[in-house]
């Protein structure tokens, strides 16, 4: 039976097939009945379902599925709110005669890891600042085995096999052409900050090596990321010898990247490198999540609300084409 994918389903219709578990909580609703509240996908994409009325005997069955297990699911596609949703009339595990493709599942970067890191490195490789480039090398040695298949993010930008690389190589990219507009901005700093900004990513959640996050760390529920990050650079300037200002100034690229008190930063940009840092991080996040929504979207057509960009339905031109699509 061909695999029917997350950017298939339309509302209305039935469906049964086969999805990887993003999250799984069995939990209580208003009318006292226990129920399955699942978010579920595959490389094209994630939807959220609901099991209603839960029997125990039937979350017994349930018993071993978690993060990152493959499932079988029956039921049919309805819309909540503006977007997509499965109502689950059953939900199981594979039998043994059951083999779906693994490639079907694991939602990847569209570049591989190899290529990414490689990109990387020979940005870090053409800095001027030794300094920065010292540091740079030693933050993707430190990292490099969970940076080849770490997502971005739990959920939302990013959140896919070997994320945190692609969004790093894009922002880089980004960079360089912002760099050759501004020339107030200094291309080394610019690069390193991109290259820093989320790599306690890496210890803020657990993942698995498909890039499905279980849980976030002890540490991540506690300091987050940013916090993290300064313990990191901090660290490793007093080993490297960094200088006191070239060290602050990447600690506050760290904490200030978020921009608001309510996101995470307790400062807010206070030098040109670390202004463009958090646009560059937000034009990238924005622009993966308005291409996931799109993906889905038929031409001449709103998508699903998208929740990262303030619950706004996009649209897709007929007409209008994207300019690697041209010609």
């Known amino acids: 039976m061909k695999k029917t994918f997350v950017t298939d389903l339309r509302v209305d219709e039935d469906i049964q097939d086969f999805f990887i578990v993003k999250s799984f909580a069995l939990k209580i609703g208003a009318n006292k009945k226990q129920y399955l509240d699942v978010v579920l996908g595959d490389k094209s994409g994630d939807v959220s379902g609901k099991k209603w009325d839960v029997a125990d005997a039937e979350a017994a069955s349930y018993e071993g599925i978690g993060e990152g297990e493959i499932v079988k699911i029956r039921g049919s596609v309805t819309e909540w709110n503006g977007a997509r949703q499965l109502r689950i009339v059953k939900l199981r595990k594979l039998n043994e005669t059951e083999n779906p493709e693994l490639a079907d599942f694991i939602k990847a970067a569209p570049e591989s890891a190899d290529n990414m890191l490689g990109f ?161 991080d937000m034009i990238d996040a924005k622009m993966y999540d308005m291409e996931e929504a799109l993906a889905s979207t038929e031409p001449g057509t709103f998508s699903d609300k998208v929740w990262t960009m303030d619950s706004r339905r996009l649209y897709k031109s007929k007409e209008i084409q994207p300019e690697s699509k041209q010609g």
């Not at 040695?141 to 969004?167: F, I, Q, T």
């Open 120 to 280: 990387i490195k020979g940005c870090v490789a053409a800095m001027k600042d030794e300094d920065l480039k010292a540091l740079c090398f030693r933050v993707l040695e430190d990292n490099k085995v969970k940076l080849r298949y770490y997502p971005a993010a739990a959920k939302n930008h990013h959140a896919e096999m070997s994320g945190l690389l692609y969004h790093i190589k894009r922002m880089l990219e980004l960079a360089e052409r912002v760099c050759d507009v501004y020339d107030i901005l200094n291309r080394d700093l610019v690069a390193a900050g991109v290259i820093i900004h989320d790599i306690e990513k890496l210890n803020e959640m657990e993942s698995n090596e498909q890039g499905v996050v279980s849980s976030y760390t002890f540490e991540g529920q506690m300091l987050g990321h940013l916090v993290q990050g300064v313990k990191v650079i901090d660290r490793l300037a007093d080993e490297l010898n960094l200088s006191h200002e070239k060290a602050i100034m990447l600690e506050h690229m760290m904490i200030s990247h978020h921009y608001e008190a309510d996101y995470g930063s307790p400062r807010k940009p206070l030098f040109p490198e670390a202004e463009i840092l958090h646009y560059l």
